[in-house]
């Protein structure tokens, strides 16, 4: 699943970070022995998409609780 993110330019300065990816965590999936995994991508300075996937051959359907994610970066 991908969320396309716009965030209000007027409101804030861009971050001074690399265009890609910024963090990214992984969620064990019930049933499955592999995981899953979320990525937040940042464009110009500015958080530009949320990504959620699967590791394995069954798509994720629903977005993981908070407190499931394991932050790897």
Do not use: K
Not at 35 to 52: I, K, M, R
Request: proline fraction near 10%; aromatic fraction near 6%.
């Amino acid at each position: 699943m991908t969320v396309d993110l716009a965030a209000d330019r007027s409101a804030t300065p861009p971050a001074q970070v690399e265009d890609g990816l910024v963090s990214s965590a992984s969620f064990p999936v019930p049933g499955q022995l592999t995981a899953a995994g979320v990525l937040l991508l940042v464009h110009d300075g500015y958080l530009s998409c949320l990504e959620v996937y699967s590791a394995s051959d069954f798509p994720i359907t629903a977005w993981p609780a908070p407190d499931a994610l394991v932050l790897e970066q």
